[in-house]
Nanobody, 125 residues
Framework: QVQLVESGGGLVQAGGSLRLSCAAS????????MGWFRQAPGKEREFVAA????????YYADSVKGRFTISRNNAVYTVYLQMNGLKPEDTAVYYC??????????????????WGRGTQVTVSS
């Protein structure tokens, strides 16, 4: 089992940047593909980005493509989400998740086995 802890959220003006981090427990981090999801108030949780175990494959939601970048450092058991050009509609709680099928990059929440508790991102206009 892996535990995930997100950090890096906060309040930022539109057009600004934030970098989210998700630290995983244990030495099996490279056994997992990783994903980021978000949930805005009153909305369903939605896919943001995913990365496979060796960073060879990444996948983005259309709404963030070209603005967000997912990356990982297996040596420190951490996945990142660099968010640039933030918009008010990016306001949400952001969650990271781990998928046991490490070569997969999936947008489906059901593909993920472990979830963090989330970090709040608020973008003001």
């Amino acid at each position: 089992q892996v535990q995930l802890v997100e950090s890096g959220g906060g309040l930022v003006q539109a057009g600004g940047s934030l970098r989210l981090s998700c630290a995983a427990s244990g030495r099996t981090f490279s056994s997992y593909a990783m994903g980021w999801f978000r949930q805005a108030p009153g909305k369903e949780r939605e896919f943001v980005a995913a990365i496979n175990w060796n960073s060879y494959n990444t996948y983005y939601a259309d709404s963030v493509k070209g603005r967000f970048t997912i990356s990982r450092n297996n040596a420190v058991y951490t996945v990142y989400l660099q968010m640039n050009g933030l918009k008010p509609e990016d306001t949400a709680v952001y969650y990271c998740a781990a998928d046991k099928v490490r070569q997969r990059v999936s947008r489906n929440q059901s593909s993920y086995d472990y979830w963090g508790r989330g970090t709040q991102v608020t973008v003001s206009s």
